[in-house]
């Protein structure tokens, strides 16, 4: 989950690299570090803590030069400190940044301890350094040296290498870990992702799994993992630097939070043709595949994961086909059986997480009728390895806690139900009032967008509170689990979810006046039991905090607190009772003063195991 940036060009390449590891803190931000090449010698800075307190430490510094790189943490070997933050530098000679993890690195590291190197940290990368050092030893150049130690690493790696008696060469590598190359005049760039580089190019190369890259001033050289000369090609970027600024919100979260209403009407944009979902919007292949689909397994993490509970209910009771919904990092490491025709989805914001990556990899083995995947960045690794990707166009999101990723991805998920249930008996009028109800969808979350303030208050009430319950029933039910993922995410108040009629099997035992229960309470056929839930909660002292339809009758009182949402009882109603949860947390978090968009021990992409 580390992001690496580094740079070959004919200016001082210093500012560039720590511009992209400000747009790359998204990924981590236990340590930072920069190495430069600089009068034949490799200069290195390295601090424990976020980009900025690099940032200080370079203003008083005069690091120059004009072939670099740079590194932001988020720890998986050894805690956060300077002597473990990147670049490491192994004999004076070559620096290396790493993402990734390294499996056999303690069998490497002892090997390497006989042969006399010495370690200065913690971490599985230095190994790497070490192992690059080797090799020139024995004679390589600089690239050659790089491919033979990667054939000695098991596990996820993407790594940028300089070596200062190779002043004019960058290398970089991949595998399981993101890389992408960015292209300039007499000048060349790598990244973890576009949007450290949106700054200095906006055309980029995305490497294969197992690519090497030999990177000059005037041009590239790309070699697969058989170590032969390839091309691929590049691509123009349709993102620009702005689409990643606050433009004018005090957090990340907040402006993407308000991006909602934008970011789904742009996820629909093109989709919906006279009261249809086209068919198209899947590539040529949708077809064949939908044509054999009669059932779904779901893979995703976190809040993606809770995209899938929630559009399990849409498979089934819409679409009328079976839909099994599992944690990628449990999937991919428990035995279970393909039934004939299911399709394999996939979900994730990044396109690069590691378990769902995994999954992903492990299902096309299987005889899985095909895979599908719903992502927001259409360069990734998921997008290029599934059969089929439908792309929600939330933008960037960097706020780690996620927000309008997740809502744009519960209106892909509710479109692929759509084209499945329609190969599944699902009448043509059930069809158009789902449709109507995903066109006015962009309204129903301004009318709760426009409920903040009353928000806003209620978080007032969580200001001394160290636990939560969340509480829904039906697809609802993962609407409560996000919520709480969220409150437990930016505010670090503990917050669990369950099934309201759950509560006297076990959680009631928790009810008291200091922790509040949040109820989603929507207007459909559960809410009078729903009711009856909260009455049990009310009965033992418990105070309510109630997000609820406005038809649904609930009232405030000394002990309940009701926020109405104009959801009614429909399909699109998870999608808007997840926002005024998504304010909650919010508002919850900067009442605590806490980090919101770089919640302490969390990072935005999850590319590690």
């Given amino acids: 989950m580390c992001g690496i940036v580094g740079a070959i060009a004919n200016r001082n390449v210093c500012p560039v690299l720590l511009e992209g590891l400000y747009r790359l803190e998204y990924r981590g931000y236990d340590s930072a570090g920069m190495a430069v090449l600089t009068n034949g010698s490799i200069q290195r800075i390295r601090r424990p803590g976020k980009v900025n307190e690099l940032d200080r430490v370079l203003e008083e510094a005069t690091l120059t030069g004009q072939l670099g ?162 091309r691929r090609e590049s691509r123009m970027s349709d993102l620009t630097a702005d689409a990643t600024g606050k433009n004018g919100y005090p957090h990340y979260m907040l402006k993407e939070i308000h991006e909602q209403p934008r970011a789904v009407a742009d996820t629909l944009e093109g989709r919906l043709v006279n009261g249809r979902i086209a068919d198209q919007i899947l590539g040529p292949m949708a077809e064949q595949l939908l044509d054999g689909t009669r059932a779904v397994q779901i893979v995703a993490c976190g809040s993606s994961y809770h995209a899938g509970l929630i559009a399990r209910f849409w498979f089934e009771e819409l679409a009328g086909i079976p839909c099994l919904v599992d944690i990628a990092s449990e999937f991919r490491y428990r035995k279970h059986l393909a039934q004939p025709g299911t399709l394999f989805v996939t979900i994730s914001q990044s396109g690069e997480t590691a378990d769902t990556l995994a999954a992903q990899r492990q299902a096309s083995r299987e005889p899985y009728v095909g895979s599908l995947t719903i992502c927001n960045v259409p360069e990734s690794s998921l997008v290029r390895e599934s059969d089929l990707a439908l792309m929600t166009h939330a933008g960037p999101e960097i706020g780690v806690a996620s927000t309008k990723a997740f809502t744009t991805q519960l209106v892909a998920l509710l479109m692929l139900a759509i084209l499945a249930g329609r190969r599944h008996g699902m009448p043509e009028e059930l069809e158009s009032r789902l449709v109507e109800q995903l066109t006015n969808l962009p309204t129903r979350i301004n009318r709760v967008l426009e409920r903040e303030d009353e928000i806003r208050a209620l978080a007032g009430s969580y200001d001394s509170k160290q636990h939560s319950l969340f509480l829904g029933r039906g697809i609802h039910y993962p609407v409560a689990m996000e919520g709480a993922l969220k409150l437990k995410e930016v505010s670090y108040i503990h917050a669990e979810a369950y099934p309201a009629g759950e509560l006297k099997h076990g959680p009631i035992a928790l009810v008291d006046d200091k922790i509040p229960v949040i109820a989603v309470a929507p207007n459909d056929e559960l809410l009078e039991k729903l009711k009856s839930n909260l009455e049990e909660v009310r009965a033992r002292g418990g105070v309510l905090h109630v997000f609820a339809d406005i038809r649904s009758g609930f009232e405030s009182g000394p002990d309940t607190v009701g926020i109405e949402v104009d959801a009614p009882d429909n399909a699109v109603a998870p999608i808007v009772f997840t926002i005024p949860l998504q304010l909650l947390a919010y508002h919850v978090a900067t009442l605590k003063g806490t980090d919101v968009d770089q919640p302490r021990n969390l990072a935005k992409s999850v590319t590690v195991e």
């Fill in 69 to 230: 790189i740079a590194h932001t943490r988020w720890a998986t070997h050894g805690v956060p400190a300077e002597n473990n933050a990147h670049p490491h530098i192994c004999n004076s000679r070559i620096a290396i940044v790493h993402n990734g993890i390294i499996e056999n690195f303690r069998d490497l590291k002892q090997r390497q301890v006989d042969q006399g190197f010495t370690f200065t940290s913690d971490t599985d990368t230095e190994v790497i350094a070490h192992q690059i050092v080797l090799y020139l030893d024995r004679g390589h150049d600089l690239p050659g040296a790089v491919r033979a130690t990667v054939q000695d690493l098991k596990g996820a790696y993407a790594l940028g290498v300089i070596d200062k008696l190779e002043p004019d060469r960058l290398v970089a590598t991949r595998s399981g870990s993101p890389l992408v190359v960015g292209l300039g005049r007499d000048e060349n760039f790598i990244a973890s992702d576009v949007q450290a580089l949106l700054k200095e190019t906006r055309e980029f190369v995305f490497l294969e799994n197992g690519d090497i890259v030999d990177m000059g001033r005037d041009g590239i050289r790309v070699l697969d993992a058989g170590g032969a000369e390839v």
